[in-house]
């Protein structure tokens, strides 16, 4: 005789199957319908992130490079890019380095080089897919998992701003795989590329939790920022004022005015921001590092949770965004890889948590919530006590001794 909750938990299994499937079809047309109302929108190409990066490349490339973070120099530039066109100015925010790789684009018009930019990214989606199936191979018993990379909205959203998010993505899949396989140098390394985003190195102390030998990690980890350093340097021929000017353009152009938008932010920063636009950002700022700083020192000091490589990377990474200055849909990106953490993680038939996971992380920004923020805090804090046998418990005794 069967055995009636063996029965419920089959039928359980498939009411949510096929609950996700219904949901997951309307969810692909809806995507293609968003993307296909938002690329035919006239003058659409003004609204994406290339137009910013090829800014940079043209100042630099017009010898010009010690204006490089002046806003009247970038405006004039940013007009000659989308001539015939005039726009508000979506600044350039990055480093020299960045602006190099789109040089080559100078020589397009502004439809084809976007169109390169839009091809590199799928690439290095289809790199990141491939790349992440061979560290979690137990993905490939859904096939539905190689699709998610690419439907995943965040995921959507870089690909029609033209952010190169997928190398931030890719460079954290590095920092993972060497703290596996207990490379502290090689992650070190892979760490120190998070500067060319430097929110991102709100990573890096979850990344020295990871690390057996924490002063090979900081040898890495310095030798990749003096690398960086010295390239940027010779991009702007040794102009050091440059980098002494870069701080403040970055807060100067932290505005509404300059395409940043306190109410689609999922930071605690850009909360504040919005709901409490009277108190000084610099109060904000100091109150965000903070409560940071409140994380940071738990996952270092607390002895009795069972920190493991999945934990520590996942809630890092919900850290990292929650205490950015600056995170647009597009960013949320790096939250593939802790989905994918968890879901192959997961013993349970039907999936069903890891989905509802997904659900949160991959869907809901299409609706831009400020509270979404929250999501993600509650997802964090979740993964700390997220139990698993099956777990891999990196240098389980020297991460609980750290």
Known sequence: MRDPKSMNRKQNCVLIRTFFYIFGISYVAFIFLVSYRYLHTPYFLLKTDVISFLTGAKIIKEGN??????????????????????????PFRNFPVTAIFYTPLLNMNLKDSYGVVFAVNI????????????????????????????????????????????????????????SK???????GLATSLLVVKPQYLLFT??????????????????AGIII???????????NIRLFMDYP???????????????????????LGNFYLPRIDNSILLGANLFFYALVV??????????????????????????????????????LLLPVFI????????????????????????????RFLILLIMFYGIAVLYYENPHAPKHHKNKLQNT
């Open 65 to 90: 490079i010690g204006l490089l973070y002046d806003i009247e120099t970038q405006f004039k530039y940013q007009n000659k890019v989308v001539t015939p066109y005039q726009k508000v100015l979506l």
């Open 123 to 178: 690439l290095l989606v289809v790199v990141f897919t491939i790349l992440t199936f061979r560290v979690f191979p137990d993905l490939k018993k859904n096939k539905i998992m190689y699709f998610v990379p690419f439907l995943f909205w965040p995921s959507v959203n870089n690909m029609i701003v033209g952010q190169y998010t997928p190398v931030i993505l890719l460079i954290f899949l590095w920092i993972y795989v060497s």
């Open 181 to 187: 396989e207990k490379k502290d140098f090689l992650s």
């Open 205 to 222: 102390p979850f990344a020295l939790k990871l690390s057996v030998n924490k002063k090979n990690y900081l040898q890495g980890f310095i």
């Open 228 to 238: 960086f350093i010295l390239i940027n340097t010779i991009i702007s021929k040794g």
């Open 248 to 270: 403040k353009f970055i807060f100067s152009t932290e505005s509404s005015m300059f395409g940043s938008r306190p109410n689609q932010m999922y930071t605690f920063y850009g």
């Open 297 to 334: 020192g738990y996952v270092h000091i607390k002895k009795k949770i069972n920190w493991n490589i999945n934990k520590i990377f996942t809630l890092g990474i919900a850290a990292t965004i929650l205490f950015s200055v600056h995170v647009l849909t597009h960013d949320l990106m790096i």
């Open 342 to 369: 968890i879901i192959s993680s997961e013993t349970k038939p039907c999936l069903s948590k890891s989905w509802l996971i997904l659900l949160l992380t991959g869907v809901l920004p299409l609706i831009q919530t």
